[in-house]
């Protein structure tokens, strides 16, 4: 379904709803499916496309352009290479056969790579470099690693529209195209952050003071609603990109028979009873895209896992590996955990954090079921915890 963006601007979201999508990556979980949002603009002398979409939608876009009775277009704005914008590429190219594709010098270079799109094919722009269309002015701001090295926005300068593809997206299909449920908004883009701009949290603070001059009325995703009120989700960006954490702990955590399971327990009433808000996930039955949402704020990681043969329980392995590769804020790590006969599995772990820049507290690990001894350990952690927490100018009280 074609929808404007503005009235009486000649600006169309021409890209698709995908509300059944429940995987991105064979990784992420999409609870609300997703959308491929693509941009037609018609100027007085050229018309340009941004964006296309995932290859599985090629033919609603097409549809779309069809409806709208677009016989040529000019050009074909590509602001990132992966190929659930760029997938359907070929396929527009092969339809409007005189349309060129604009775009960064590393985005030209990935999707001749990943897309076989021929050299001849490009119009490579500086980075502020513009582009007219005759009445509108289209205005191309690199952004590097807002999760790809090539990624770039569109600042639609007459009508004051920033495009900005992954950034400030979100996976939420929805039958408006703004914004109106703030709250449900605010959840999937938090969570679309989470999942994939946690380790370049650097580059996406660097971007937000990019565009912080620019007078903006609404901002285009590639990905989720769009925004009217642009500054409800730059704060949130801000906000998330800051380096201030919350006096929070998350524990992933799994338990085989229960010994870990029983620590995990007495750990977040040690936490809760100190004021301290606590995010437990079972493993067994966690939603990455949730403990990833947590990763975000927390001040402290708390790992619990069982012995598994000689090391960490594989579920545990995977929420260590997710905590270091995403790289999140987080000020302070343990662990808790039991073992039968190998005590090697709290090395093995902390071995997995290394990309963290955090203080390890000791980790309180018993042999078999949790005694009074481990309790009290357990009783000591959450007092080294609350202790760090209250002391960190960088933890939020
Ligand atoms: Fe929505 Fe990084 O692609």
Redesign the pocket.
């Known amino acids: 379904m074609i929808e404007a963006v503005k009235t009486n601007a000649n600006i169309f979201q021409v890209g698709a709803k995908d509300w059944d999508r429940r995987l991105f990556d064979e990784l992420i979980p999409l609870p609300d499916g997703t959308t491929y949002n693509a941009y037609l603009i018609k100027g007085k002398d050229k018309c340009a496309l941004l964006d296309t979409v995932d290859p599985t939608k090629g033919q609603v876009l097409v549809e779309n352009l069809n409806q709208l009775k677009i016989e040529r277009i000019d050009y074909v704005i590509v602001h990132?290479a992966?190929q659930?914008?760029s997938g359907s590429l070929p396929l527009i190219l092969e339809i409007y056969k005189s349309a060129k594709v604009v775009t960064n010098p590393k985005c030209k270079e990935m999707l001749m790579n990943h897309l076989l799109i021929p050299e001849d094919k490009f119009i490579t722009v500086a980075d502020r470099e513009t582009l007219s269309l005759g009445d509108k002015t289209l205005e191309f701001i690199y952004a590097p690693w807002v999760?790809?090295p090539e990624t770039m926005f569109t600042y639609l300068r007459e009508d004051k529209i920033l495009f900005t593809?992954?950034f400030l997206g979100s996976h939420l299909a929805q039958s408006n195209l703004f914004a109106i449920d703030l709250g449900k908004v605010y959840t999937s883009n938090k969570r679309y952050y989470a999942e994939?701009m946690i380790p370049f949290r650097a580059s996406i603070k660097q971007h937000l003071e990019k565009i912080k001059t620019l007078e903006i009325e609404i901002i285009a995703p590639?990905?989720g609603p769009l925004f009217d009120k642009p500054n409800y989700i730059l704060d949130a960006y801000r906000e998330w990109a800051a380096d201030e954490v919350k006096n929070e702990v998350v524990i992933p955590y799994i338990s085989m028979h229960g010994s870990t399971a029983e620590m995990v327990k007495y750990l977040i009433e040690a936490l809760m009873k100190r004021g301290i808000i606590v995010k437990p996930f079972n493993l067994s039955r966690t939603d990455i895209g949730e403990l990833a949402m947590a990763l975000v704020d927390a001040a402290t990681i708390v790992i619990g896992t069982p012995t598994v043969l000689v090391g960490p329980h594989p579920a545990a392995v995977y929420a260590a590996f997710l905590a270091n590769a995403l790289r999140p804020k987080l000020r302070y790590a343990s662990l808790v955990g039991s073992y039968g006969w190998s005590g090697k599995m709290p090395e093995m772990v902390t071995a997995m954090l290394s990309n963290l820049k955090i203080e390890l507290l000791p980790p309180v690990i018993a042999k078999g079921f949790p005694k009074a001894e481990e309790f009290n350990a357990l009783e000591q952690l959450a007092e080294a915890i609350a202790s760090k927490h209250k002391n960190d100018p960088l933890v939020i009280k």
């Open positions: 990132h992966e659930d914008h999760h790809w593809c992954d994939i590639s990905h």
